[in-house]
Each structure stands twice: as structure tokens, then as C-alpha cells.
């Protein structure tokens, strides 16, 4: 199984960026993915997620209305479209995958990626 992020990167206060999560080795239709961010001497957040079953999704109070989830299953990709980026959205953002939402809500998923660095500068 494999999680591969991509998309990160420097940008200013005010700016955007898509980060890709592509999945590969789990049928894909059959799992809930969530993206996390961890920024440095903090704990691992739960940013979004979106249902594999009712296409549903979650959003944490900080990002709402800026994040959008989405997910591509023919492409086995989940997308999440990151607007007017914060200097206090500066971390590393994993997705994950899980069938249970459960497990993502506990954040105790079972397959992570490895996870790619957003810098925010004001």
C-alpha cells in the first residue's frame, strides 16, 4: 500500500495550493481519506476528510471555507485544495486512509503517506 503526497511547497500569506494524496495496493472505492498536518512541537491534527461511501466530508473549524476535499476515485487521488493559506497553516500535511471513519475520526488510521512540508510565509 502506498500514499503518495505531492503539491507542497513556499508560498506567501493569501495564496494557494493543491496537494495530491495518490493511492496505490488497497481499493481505493472502499476507503474513507483524510488529510492531517503536523506543524513543528505540535500534535498531529485532523484537517479534512472525505467518505468513500456517501462522498461526505469533514473540515476542522480553522480551515472551513478554505480547504475543499475532494476525490478522484478513477485516478485513485485525493485532492485538497488549500485558499487564503495562513502562516498558521505551516506544517507537514499526511494523508490517510482507512475503511473505518472511526479510525480517522481517532486519528489512528491504518496506511499514512509520508507526508509533504506547506510553508506559509507572511
Known amino acids: 500500500v502506498q500514499l503518495v503526497e505531492s503539491g507542497g511547497g513556499l508560498v506567501q500569506a493569501g495564496g494557494s495550493l493543491r496537494l495530491s494524496c495518490a493511492v496505490s495496493?488497497?481499493?481505493?472505492?472502499?476507503?474513507?481519506i483524510a488529510w492531517f498536518r503536523q506543524a513543528p512541537g505540535k500534535e498531529r491534527e485532523r484537517v479534512s476528510y472525505?467518505?468513500?461511501?456517501?462522498?461526505?466530508?469533514y473540515y476542522t473549524d480553522s480551515v472551513k471555507g478554505r480547504f475543499t476535499i475532494s476525490r478522484d476515485n478513477s485516478k485513485k487521488t485525493v485532492y485538497l485544495q488549500m485558499d487564503s493559506l495562513k502562516p498558521e497553516d505551516t506544517a507537514v500535511y499526511f494523508c490517510?486512509?482507512?475503511?473505518?471513519?472511526?479510525?480517522?475520526?481517532?486519528?489512528?488510521?491504518?496506511?499514512w503517506g509520508q507526508g509533504t512540508q506547506v510553508t506559509v510565509s507572511s
Open positions: 490517510a486512509a482507512d475503511r473505518s471513519l472511526s479510525a480517522l475520526r481517532l486519528k489512528r488510521p491504518v496506511h
Open positions: 472525505i467518505s468513500s461511501t456517501t462522498g461526505d466530508t
Open positions: 495496493g488497497l481499493a481505493f472505492d472502499d476507503f474513507h
